[in-house]
């Protein structure tokens, strides 16, 4: 049984940082692409970040480039999200979803097949 367990959000002030982990269960972990994204209140699902099976390609939305750095270590099969200068527009539940293929596009939700339960991040003072 595939299972994505995400960890490590919470309430963090405008400016601050957090790192989210997705430790993958079920699969062969470094066969598949990986992605984040996020969901606000009352929308769909928006992709934040993908990175190759090996981890050596990363892939940004352009509302993170440059403050967020996707990675993964393939011996604990464990995805991560390190969030820094965070605003409050990021606030929102941030889900790891594992592609089913290699994605043609990214923000495609059809193109993952698994996704975790989700961990809420909120960026407020």
């Known amino acids: 049984e595939v299972q994505l367990l995400e960890s490590g959000g919470g309430l963090v002030q405008p400016g601050g940082s957090l790192r989210l982990s997705c430790v993958a269960s079920?699969?062969?972990?470094?066969?598949?692409?990986m992605t984040w994204g996020r969901q606000f209140p009352g929308k769909g699902i928006e992709w934040v970040s993908s990175?190759?099976?090996?981890?050596?390609?990363?892939y940004y939305a352009e509302s993170v480039k440059g403050r967020f750095t996707i990675s993964r270590d393939n011996a604990k099969n464990t995805l991560y999200l390190q969030m820094d200068s965070l605003k409050s527009e990021d606030t929102a539940v941030y889900y790891c979803?594992?592609?089913?293929?290699?994605?043609?596009?990214?923000?495609?939700?059809?193109?993952?097949?698994?996704w975790g339960q989700g961990t809420q991040v909120t960026v407020s003072s």
């Open positions: 990175i190759s099976k090996d981890g050596s390609t990363p």
């Open positions: 079920g699969f062969t972990f470094d066969d598949y692409t």
């Open positions: 979803a594992k592609a089913w293929r290699a994605p043609e596009d990214f923000s495609d939700y059809d193109e993952y097949d698994y």
